[in-house]
């Protein structure tokens, strides 16, 4: 079950505040329109970036090439860039026997993410997924996994599948204010 929304660290998920559609009188250049809230409106998070719907941050999650996982290593954070396919509600990456990311997601708990940014119109969109990364290990599974457009950038070809299942999925689009230059 994939839930949607994002919490700030105190508890309770982040105040939303709701601006009328005619509003906003910005100039669309090439972003991807916003989506209305139930009557309409725009939903905005307390720092004026656009919370996007689940159904929005799925359609950005299957357009984007590479993405980041993050990982703990040694008790630190780490993030890797990765290439990777969506298989229903699940993220799947590639990996190589022994590599740090093989090791460190076995059954944890991780992070993953793709944006899209153009600093020129100093617009973009964030996707972020939590959930628990897991090695597949099943015959079948990882011959139908093998079918998935995955093709690693190393220099060495991945072996081994990480499957991390969507447990968690939020978005924020940068909306600008101003026009984009000219």
């Known amino acids: 079950m994939v839930r949607y929304g994002s919490h700030h660290p105190g508890g309770g998920p982040l105040p939303l505040r709701r601006v009328p559609a005619e509003a ?9 329109p916003c989506r209305p809230g139930p009557s309409g409106e725009q939903m905005f998070d307390s720092k004026g ?19 980041r996982i993050v990982f703990t290593e040694q008790a630190l954070p780490a993030v890797q860039p990765v290439h990777y396919a969506l298989d229903g509600d699940s993220v799947v990456i590639r990996t190589t026997v022994g590599s740090k990311l093989a090791a460190a997601a076995r059954n944890a708990i991780v992070a993953f993410e793709v944006d899209k940014i153009d600093s020129t119109y100093r617009e973009g969109w964030s996707v972020t997924v939590v959930g628990h990364a897991e090695m597949v290990t099943e015959g079948k599974e990882i011959e139908r996994l093998s079918r998935l457009p995955l093709h690693s950038w190393a220099p060495t070809e991945p072996t081994h599948f990480v499957r991390i299942r969507m447990e968690m999925v939020h978005g924020r689009r940068l909306v600008p204010s101003t026009p984009a230059p000219s």
């Not at 906003?24 to 991807?32: R, S």
């Open 49 to 67: 970036l656009e919370v996007l719907s689940s159904a929005e941050c799925l359609r950005l999650l299957a357009e984007a090439p590479i993405g």
């Open 24 to 32: 906003a009188t910005w100039k669309v250049t090439g972003a991807i």
